[in-house]
């Protein structure tokens, strides 16, 4: 699959909304039936600059920066637990005209993905989680807590931004092997990472998150009937692989791929067999 000349084939439009007082951006390609792609913690619609091209010929492809990251406008106040961050997504998907969806999370975005498919299982056709947070995982049970504490929270919000350094060895470890980030990957990410503003947002998330985990973990059976492929990397640092076959288990119909020497971010390393994947599941 030749991704630069698919690339050079598809109109992406760059749109703005105004959600819950925020202006934000999102992109949409293509036509057909509608593909709602959902970013990670720290990514925005940059995570879809392979798949977008590929998958927009057969669905009408819709790629929100989620408020308060990307270039969409955060709010000091903003509610980043994980059911409002779904209820945002049904209005987003409310204003934006779509009816129903196939609706593809990536980690963070996965677990968004399966609240707002709780919520609202009727406008839910397939789910493609990859690799999602999940309540059976247990990577970063400590950092988490320790992060989003009142004593750490300052000195980490002042610093952060600033620790070019720190930022580049955390992306790197997203990676099963770093010799397949492609070139303009670390600065298209990084980039979004020097406000301040970025690293309020993620840690939000994580001040609620073992209580989001428990309500995932309670809402799931409202989902299990949906159609739901799985992709994850057996090197993932970030969401525990082992904690696939979990979840897969909570699903009656589920596929799970599984990538060998792959880590946390398959659309960005290996992006030609992660979209044949995701195409042949939606065909």
């Not at 099963?176 to 020097?194: C, I, M, N």
Request: aromatic fraction near 8%; charge should be positive.
């Amino acid at each position: 699959m030749n991704l630069t000349s698919q690339q050079t084939s598809v109109l992406i439009e760059d749109l703005r909304m105004n959600l819950d007082g925020l202006s934000c951006r999102y992109q949409r390609a293509g036509a057909g039936p509608a593909l709602l792609l959902v970013h990670g913690l720290m990514g925005y619609s940059f995570s879809w600059r392979y798949a977008i091209p590929v998958l927009a010929p057969r669905s009408t492809v819709y790629a929100l920066d989620l408020p308060g990251t990307g270039l969409s406008e955060h709010s000091t106040d903003l509610d980043c637990s994980l059911a409002a961050s779904a209820k945002r997504l049904l209005r987003f998907m409310d204003q934006a005209g779509i009816v129903s969806c196939d609706l593809l999370g990536t980690s963070h975005g996965g677990a968004v993905a399966m609240m707002a498919a709780a919520l609202a299982p009727q406008r839910v056709r397939r789910l493609i989680l990859v690799a999602p947070a999940n309540p059976w995982s247990t990577h970063g049970r400590l950092l988490i807590p320790f992060l989003s504490s009142p004593v750490i929270t300052p000195a980490f919000l002042q610093l952060a931004p600033r620790l070019r350094i720190l930022q580049e060895f955390y992306f790197r470890r997203f990676f099963g092997d770093t010799r397949r980030s492609r070139p303009g990957a670390l600065e298209g990410y990084l980039d979004r990472l020097h406000t301040r503003s970025s690293f309020e947002y993620g840690l939000s998330v994580l001040r609620t998150w073992k209580r989001d985990m428990e309500e995932l973990q309670a809402a799931i059976p409202r989902i299990a009937h949906i159609p739901t492929l799985l992709i994850w990397g057996d090197r993932d640092g970030a969401v525990d692989p082992a904690s696939a076959y979990h979840l897969k288990a909570q699903f009656q119909n589920c596929r799970l791929l599984i990538l060998e020497g792959v880590g946390h971010l398959p659309y960005e390393e290996v992006p030609e067999e992660f979209n044949r994947a995701v195409a042949l599941f939606l065909s």
